[in-house]
């Protein structure tokens, strides 16, 4: 198992806000002690990535927005250097994408902000860059080394994000379902509605599902649409999936009503080690990148999907 990890991601925010510093300090601490064997690896620094890689996902209008020392909503304030934070998500999720098809093996960036809410031209939810919906843009053009927003190439790759966290990824299905590389890109996500940010409640068409799930639903029922929520990625026939590891469905997380335990996170790790397009295809490479999950247990529910996915029992 390699994780991207850089603890500036920790560098900023509050401890009386749910998306807190500690969520990462916590769980990369516990991580180190309890799995000495994973490796650690930093992704690199905010400044490799250049404007236009972000352009071919954000406006030009967000990105100067981003330095504007504003608010942009009551969950998604203005911090210091915020831009710099969410670059650097964005880098270890884009380092992330690259080794797992370089080497078809568990790869996990755990950084903050989170991305799954910000669209095109919005910071919201805690999240600033949609790093997964770059990381599969950028994927699926087999990461241009000169990104032009206004001239995109022919796509060459599948590929598929898996959004397991209990809210919508509301900006990364708007960026993917529009985009110009759709045809290319996958969208499915399961999430408890009614719940913030409200949409998802439906699908937009056969490659952008939505499993919307009430809350206090059954451990068992929202399994069982996670199941079918990857069997349509796996229909689609990626050559990545992308995974938002969100884990604030999780039954004791103070920002939602949903049911899961910490075994259910593992169930998807496992899932993820055996994800094939049919039996007899391999494993289809995959990468995660953290969301949400606002627990105290947050370490260890990244500790049980990891070690799962990286040692199937
Ligand atoms: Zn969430």
Request: charged share 20%; with cysteine; glycine share 4%.
């Amino acid at each position: 198992m390699l994780i991207f990890h850089d603890p500036q991601c920790a560098d900023y925010g509050s401890p009386m806000r749910p998306e807190q510093p500690a969520r990462v300090i916590r769980t990369a601490a516990h991580l180190r002690a309890a799995r000495p064997a994973w490796e650690f690896r930093v992704p690199p620094p905010a400044a490799s990535i250049a404007d236009a890689a972000l352009a071919l996902v954000h406006t030009p209008a967000h990105l100067k927005r981003l330095a504007q020392p504003r608010d942009f909503d009551a969950d998604t304030p203005f911090f210091d250097d915020i831009a710099d934070h969410a670059r650097r998500s964005v880098s270890s999720a884009l380092a992330a994408a690259r080794h797992a098809l370089a080497h078809r093996t568990p790869v996990f960036s755990l950084m903050r902000p989170p991305g799954h809410h910000a669209t095109a031209g919005q910071a919201m939810g805690f999240c600033y860059l949609n790093q997964i919906a770059l990381a599969a843009v950028h994927a699926a053009l087999d990461f241009p080394a000169a990104p032009a927003a206004t001239a995109v190439s022919t796509p060459m790759r599948r590929v598929a994000v898996w959004d397991f966290d209990a809210h919508h990824g509301n900006g990364t299905e708007a960026i993917l379902g529009s985009h110009a590389t759709s045809s290319h890109l996958f969208f499915a996500s399961v999430h408890q509605h009614p719940g913030y940010p409200g949409t998802g409640t439906r699908d937009l068409g056969p490659r952008i599902r939505n499993w919307p799930v009430a809350p206090h639903t059954p451990r068992a029922q929202h399994l069982a649409a996670l199941r079918a929520s990857l069997d349509a990625v796996l229909a689609f026939r990626p050559d990545l999936i992308l995974v938002s590891a969100g884990f604030d469905a999780y039954a004791r997380d103070p920002i939602t009503s949903m049911t899961l335990e910490r075994d259910d996170f593992a169930t998807l790790g496992r899932w993820l080690a055996e994800a094939r397009s049919t039996p007899s295809s391999p494993v289809i490479p995959s990468a995660a990148i953290l969301e949400g999950g606002y627990s105290d247990d947050l370490p260890l529910l990244v500790e049980a999907f990891l070690s799962s996915w990286d040692n199937p029992v």
